[in-house]
């Protein structure tokens, strides 16, 4: 669950920050090329091409900053995405018995959320992997859960949320055996 917890709020994080970034960048831009004649105390530029050097020198000096971070944040997020494909998993299919015992497990039901954290009432047709193949999420049983098309679909490669595993292993208490295994979520480690 911690490791779940950490990559979850580690790629938010990344993605707020570059947002942010994205934000400031184009706010810079756009404020360097504001009319700042009251503060400057200069003399008046002469030429067209004067005006333009000096509105390109305005926005290069104001995008700098912003720009390497961007490129900084971009850097980590190629980094997180280069792991990601090293860890998954050779085999993206889950066996038969794989599938056989995880539909067993969730008694051929949803095994996925809907409002209000209940457990989907939809026949299950799908074996997903709970945490995303393209993101390293390990072809085992333990990251088998048993989803209906609509809610295959809905969740699709997203990292779930920390609270949806908390909420999907406390349901599988209520329809798993005492001696069976409710924890959900695997990865594969890194080569």
């Known amino acids: 669950m911690p490791e779940l ?31 700042q004649a009251a503060l400057s105390a200069g003399p008046a ?10 509105m390109v020198d305005d926005v290069i000096a104001a995008v700098t900053l912003p720009g390497a971070i961007a490129v900084v944040l971009i ?43 209940r457990r989907c009432s939809r026949a299950a047709e799908h074996g997903d992997h709970f945490y995303p193949w393209s993101k390293g999420g390990s072809t085992s049983l333990q990251n088998f ?3 209906c098309s609509r809610c295959n679909r809905a969740k699709g490669a997203r990292i779930p949320l920390p609270g949806q595993q908390l909420r999907l292993e406390r349901r599988r208490r209520s329809y798993v055996p005492p001696d069976g295994a409710v924890a959900v979520g695997e990865r594969q480690p890194l080569p």
């Open 5 to 35: 917890k950490r990559i979850y709020w580690t790629r938010v994080g990344l993605r707020l920050a570059f947002m942010a970034t994205v934000v400031w960048l184009f706010g810079s831009a756009i404020l360097s090329l504001m009319p």
């Open 45 to 54: 530029p002469s030429s067209a091409t004067e005006v333009l050097r000096s």
């Open 75 to 117: 850097i980590a997020a190629a980094v997180i995405n280069a792991r990601d494909v090293r860890r998954r998993d050779p085999v993206r299919r889950f066996t038969r018995q794989q599938r056989r015992a995880g539909m067993s497990r969730a008694s051929g039901v949803c095994e996925m959320e809907t409002g209000f954290g």
């Open 145 to 147: 859960v048993a989803a």
